[in-house]
């Protein structure tokens, strides 16, 4: 298993976080970002050669289906920064995206004070939202555009703006200006990802990665671009694979074809074990009336071997803590 795979197994029902935090983790992808697209007179005053990676994400529990986020400490003008990016990954804005940020940013700097006590001011974050949906972007972008009130009030209420990228908004060739091919595919499929026609937009992606030079981080984003469009397409898995292959064909490069290959067979086999989880899933509701949040969590986290020994013995169980018990003693066994 690679990085990639552990990040896309983690978010197996989220393809997009997968996809943005496994690329933006990437310091080199993250710090082309800033440079190509954060305002210039921000950037000139960020020092690049110490950005650090955050290991956390502040983003509400309930909400982590539609939002991912990223978030780098640097340095600015000598004074502590964070650059804070949160990929909104349905197919609307979400209306109420600044009041987010906010208790977003709040949670930040109690963070911040947490670990410095002594300190006498707050650092600067700069927020910023990467968007991909079907509507433009078009929500308020400011607090105080969200808050209803006569304008007597406006002294007494907090207001701040955030910097969006709707990838919508940009032109196909305004996504290759980074100097970083990396990048730009990554920006370029997450526009594009729901497109009907992605077989030609698949084809252009893996062009623009054969001009990455260094073959690591060729074959790094090849596999990102597989295991992205395999989860992320509403397609049949067949279908997929059929204009992959194709794709991996024209390459004639055999390591690109033992990749493709093994990324395949770990879709396929993910696959399997969805079927059987489901199958599980609807039977223990059928004998039991309901599943338990522990259960629950068995089903979703155990392999096909283990799924199908479960199957086997879940018509000798009376009540449902009997198929909690034969968890607790064959993980052990396992």
């Known amino acids: 298993m690679t990085e990639l795979s552990d990040e896309f197994e983690k978010s197996v029902n989220n393809p997009h976080d997968a996809a ?13 970002f800033f440079q ?31 939002h991912s986020d ?19 990954h349905q197919s609307t804005p979400d209306p109420m995206m600044v009041f987010r940020l906010l208790c977003y940013m709040v ?14 001011c707050l650092p600067v974050i700069f927020p910023a939202v990467l968007y991909h949906g079907k509507t433009r972007w078009n929500v308020p972008r400011t607090l105080s555009g969200l808050i209803e009130g006569d304008d007597i009030f406006s002294e007494y209420i907090p207001d701040f703006t955030y910097k ?50 260094d073959r690591k981080t060729y074959l790094e984003f090849f596999e990102w671009l597989l295991r992205y469009t395999y989860h992320a ?14 794709e991996v064909d024209k390459l004639n490069d055999e390591n690109v074809r033992r990749l493709a290959m093994t990324v395949a067979e770990q879709i396929e086999k993910r696959g399997e074990i969805k079927g059987t989880s489901s199958l599980l899933f609807s039977q223990i ?15 979703k986290n155990a392999d096909i071997n283990m799924l199908n020994k479960f199957g086997k013995s879940l018509f000798n169980f009376n009540k449902i803590k009997d198929a909690e018990k034969w968890w607790e003693t064959h993980e052990t066994e396992h």
């Open 107 to 120: 949670n930040i700097w109690k963070e911040y004070l947490d670990q410095n006590p002594n300190a006498k």
């Open 164 to 213: 969006v990228y709707d990838l919508g908004d940009y032109p196909d060739e305004m996504l290759m200006v980074s100097g970083y091919m990396a990048l730009d595919v990554v920006l370029y499929i997450f526009k594009h990802i729901f497109d009907n026609n992605f077989r030609e937009i698949l084809s252009n992606a893996v062009s623009m990665l054969a001009k990455i030079n």
């Open 233 to 246: 397409r509403n397609e049949d898995e067949s279908t997929v694979r059929g204009y992959i292959d194709c």
């Open 70 to 88: 990223i978030i780098y400490k640097t340095k600015f003008k000598e004074s502590d920064a964070f650059l804070y990016i949160l990929f909104e």
């Open 285 to 299: 509701f059928e004998r039991f009336g309901g599943i338990t949040p522990v259960l629950e969590t068995k089903l």
């Open 36 to 66: 190509t697209y954060f305002p210039e007179n921000i950037v000139k005053h960020i020092n690049f050669n110490h950005l650090e990676l955050g290991n956390k994400s502040y983003v509400d529990e309930k909400l982590r289906e539609k």
């Open 20 to 32: 943005f935090k496994s690329a933006f983790k990437k310091i080199l992808v993250a710090k082309r």
